[in-house]
């Protein structure tokens, strides 16, 4: 197979703040093709989980996304801090502040990337059960989030519906959903 990697020439930071950064790159493809300018959007990894309650129910958050400019349903999740020591601690830390709830139990479920062609970032994905409410919720200055439980069914439900447009956190759910069995492909 032929090696398809880009050799990086130059790159310029164009803008850069906390959450959002981005940079114009000049590459040379294996033909000697050169690729410019291309855009790279810079962002921390994420992490997010199907984060499943004692009693069997999924915790879903209800939050305003104005890049939309809509209302979803989403499971949670968030960026990893530089205080994590690893991807778990960092979505049991989101769990707890988003939720107030705790966990026992968290299966990695593997990576994803929500647009590798421009995105440089990853999201982690996990499966986290035996959730009992400890806390309320932590919430950061810009969030305003509701937390709704739901049985598999009206998860499963939400899903045939569209009701869960986030497509990274869609993709978690598809994942959990086949390690708990609730899924066959």
């Known amino acids: 197979?032929?090696?398809?990697?880009?050799?990086?020439?130059?790159?310029?930071?164009?803008?850069?703040?906390?959450?959002?950064?981005?940079?114009?790159?000049?590459?040379?493809?294996?033909?000697?093709?050169?690729v410019t300018p291309y855009y790279v959007y810079e962002f921390p990894t994420w992490v997010n989980a199907v984060a499943i309650t004692e009693d069997g129910k999924i915790i879903l958050e209800r939050q305003y996304r104005h890049g939309l400019g809509e209302t979803h349903l989403e499971i949670p999740g968030g960026c990893v801090d530089d205080t994590d020591k690893n991807?778990?601690?960092?979505?049991?830390?989101?769990?707890?502040?988003?939720?107030?709830?705790?966990?026992?139990?968290?299966?990695?479920?593997?990576?994803t990337s929500s647009?590798?062609?421009?995105?440089?970032?990853?999201?982690?994905?996990?499966?986290?059960?035996?959730?009992?409410?400890?806390?309320?919720?932590?919430?950061?200055?810009?969030?305003?989030?509701?937390?709704?439980?739901?049985?598999?069914?009206?998860?499963?439900q939400l899903l045939r519906d569209n009701q869960i447009v986030q497509s990274m956190h869609v993709t978690t759910i598809m994942y959990a959903l086949a390690k708990l069995g609730e899924l066959k492909f």
């Open 1 to 34: 197979m032929r090696d398809l990697k880009w050799k990086l020439l130059k790159s310029e930071y164009l803008f850069k703040d906390l959450w959002f950064t981005v940079r114009k790159d000049t590459c040379e493809r294996p033909d000697g093709k050169l």
């Open 87 to 111: 991807y778990e601690e960092a979505i049991a830390r989101e769990l707890l502040e988003e939720t107030g709830y705790s966990f026992t139990h968290y299966e990695y479920l593997g990576k």
């Open 115 to 156: 647009n590798p062609s421009t995105n440089n970032n990853w999201m982690h994905m996990y499966l986290a059960t035996g959730g009992k409410k400890v806390n309320e919720q932590e919430l950061d200055d810009n969030e305003d989030i509701e937390i709704h439980l739901v049985t598999m069914d009206e998860l499963k």
